[in-house]
């Protein structure tokens, strides 16, 4: 099916341990960005990539980097994760910015860091 | 101020009833409006978008729009225990800036 791809959906890291979120889409997008969600707090924005060979911050972008790695994937990496970081990960992509039709998000990764 | 205000809820109708959802946005250069739907433990998914002044209308939804006042709403009309979620508000500029949620319940 098309759509956004998220991989894992289940983490567990210990403190100071890093791993990278993968997100691919097969919608031909050309945008894709990184969510994060918290009870209460709503979607904020980590990164995102307006194109291919483009990555800006977002909202909350310290403690992660981003690889928009060519037009499908765009990664997220924690180099070494903190119990604030604890949420779930949304992935999603859009055609250029917002025109006409929003997001597509992936189903996310549950991420907990003990 | 946030950017985007929603009331957290919960909202609590009575099944066929219609469903008032409100948000307020602090950017008047915002250009687009969107509102999506998150079952919980779910993704968000998109069900309705608006970008001129006024209502829009798509089978039980409608979405209304007063850019003077720098407000968005969402109806939904003869409510569904399925109708139950978070419905999150969404606006832009380039980027899609979201309101933290409302919650819906619909009492059978």
């Known amino acids: 099916n098309a759509g956004v791809t998220q991989t894992p959906k289940f983490q567990v890291l210990k403190t100071g341990q890093s791993m990278t979120l993968q997100c691919a889409q097969d919608?031909?997008?050309?945008?894709m960005y990184w969510y994060r969600q918290d009870p209460g707090m709503g979607l904020r924005l980590i990164y995102y990539?307006?194109?291919?060979?483009?990555?800006d911050k977002g909202e909350v972008p310290n403690g992660y980097n981003v690889s928009r790695l060519n037009k499908r994937e765009f990664s997220l990496r924690l180099e070494s994760a903190a119990p604030s970081q604890t949420s779930v990960y949304f992935c999603?992509?859009?055609?250029?910015?917002?025109?006409?039709?929003?997001?597509?998000f992936g189903s996310g990764t549950r991420l907990t860091v003990v | 101020q946030k950017e985007v205000e929603q009331n957290s809820g919960p909202l609590s109708v009575p099944e066929g009833a219609i469903a008032s959802l409100n948000c307020t946005y602090s950017?008047?250069?915002?250009?687009?409006f969107f509102w999506y739907r998150q079952y919980s433990g779910k993704s968000p998914e998109l069900i309705m978008f608006?970008?001129?002044?006024g209502d829009k209308e798509d089978g039980r939804f409608t979405a209304q729009l007063n850019k003077a006042s720098q407000y968005v709403s969402l109806l939904i009309r003869d409510s569904q225990p399925s109708d139950s979620a978070t419905y999150l508000c969404?606006?832009?500029?380039?980027?899609?800036?979201f309101g933290s949620g409302t919650r819906l319940l619909v009492r059978p």
């Open positions: 999603a992509s859009s055609v250029i910015g917002t025109l006409g039709y929003g997001y597509t």
């Open positions: 919608m031909n997008h050309n945008s």
């Open positions: 990539s307006a194109s291919e060979g483009t990555t």
């Open positions: 950017d008047r250069g915002s250009q687009s």
């Open positions: 608006i970008y001129s002044n």
């Open positions: 969404a606006v832009t500029g380039y980027k899609l800036i």
